[in-house]
């Protein structure tokens, strides 16, 4: 079983920055690819950033110039460093992982919350 744990969420103004992070630990031999995704109320979950292993990166159009995706291979941490905050930002944000272990298999964290207000 893998469990992954995000943290870094919270109440910030616009224009203002914060840092999520996801921690995977349990049977884990090798993770691939990790990620963010959010959800807005009302609104399909949706991609932020991949990173791969190797530490090629995507991002979606509307965080792009903004938002940082990195990640630690040692503690098989990823980060989302998300700078100029937008309200349209709000949303419960999730992290992703494609973990090997007798197989491949995606895990998902539980998700923290995000909100862009003043």
């Known amino acids: 079983q893998v469990q992954l744990v995000e943290s870094g969420g919270g109440l910030v103004q616009p224009g203002g920055s914060l840092r999520l992070s996801c921690a995977a630990s349990g049977s884990i031999f090798s993770i691939n690819a990790m990620g963010w995704y959010r959800q807005a109320p009302g609104k399909e979950r949706e991609l932020v950033a991949t990173?791969?292993?190797?530490?090629?990166?995507n991002y979606a159009d509307s965080v792009k110039g903004r938002f940082s995706i990195s990640r630690d291979n040692a503690k098989n941490t990823v980060y989302l460093q998300m700078n100029s905050l937008k309200p349209e930002d709000t949303a419960v944000y999730y992290c992703n992982a494609d973990v090997y272990y007798l197989g491949w298999r995606t895990y998902w964290g539980q998700g923290t919350p995000v909100t862009v207000s003043s």
């Open positions: 990173i791969t292993r190797g530490g090629s990166t």
